[in-house]
């Protein structure tokens, strides 16, 4: 009888084992589960209001207007809230319209503003609020669909994307770019979502 008990004992630490190594593989997967849906998610939106540029466009007739001429802020509250164009078929993002003046920005629920941005390709971080020409005189210029936070916490999810969209070549290049926006004291999120129009 000694020897089936013992038997037992063993036949349960071995279940035993097995299951929590099977608990660490799972809990490693649902953990990278987790990560790939937030970095879908998190491109999904920022395309989501490319495309509201782009709705708006087609429905109006033109860009929404923006200051500056390199770098532009694009007067995205006119995506919520009909300011005299008589095509608008709006609204064309579910945000709350910001308390900016210049209708530049927009409220998110979870982050802290949503933004367009209309700049060259070649513009480099410490570029983005620079004034210059390019747009102006021909060159190729970009819509950027932003979203800001207040703090750093997003910076792993950064990489994620940036490994999903640029194969992973940094913060300041390809179609996705991320950094601290020392002029608005807030981390800034922005991917190219479309060639901006000529009109």
């Not at 997967?29 to 939106?45: C, N």
């Not at 540029?53 to 809230?81: P, T």
Request: aromatic letters at 12%; proline letters at 2%; charged letters at 20%.
């Amino acid at each position: 009888m000694k020897q089936v008990g013992a038997m037992f004992g063993l036949d349960a630490r071995i279940a035993l084992a097995i299951f929590g190594a099977l608990s660490v593989i799972s809990g490693a997967a649902l953990y990278s589960a987790i990560q790939q849906v937030r970095v879908t998610s998190f491109i999904t939106e920022l395309k989501e209001i490319g495309k509201a540029w782009e709705a708006y466009y087609l429905d109006v007739g033109h860009e929404l207007s923006g200051s500056g001429v390199n770098f532009q802020i694009l007067q995205v509250q006119r995506l919520v809230e009909n300011l005299g164009d008589a095509a608008w078929k709006g609204p064309y993002l579910p945000y709350k319209k910001g308390p900016n003046l210049n209708r530049n920005d927009l409220y998110h629920s979870v982050y802290s503003r949503v933004e367009i941005y209309k700049s060259p390709d070649n513009v480099n971080w410490n570029q983005w609020r620079d004034s210059g020409t390019q747009c102006a005189v021909g060159g190729n210029c970009f819509v950027w669909a932003v979203i800001t936070n207040d703090d750093n916490s997003l910076e792993s999810l950064a990489k994620n994307i940036d490994k999903e969209v640029d194969a992973s070549d940094g913060d300041n290049t390809g179609d996705f770019r991320w950094g601290y926006d020392a002029f608005a004291k807030e981390y800034i999120y922005i991917l190219k979502v479309a060639l901006a129009r000529r009109t």
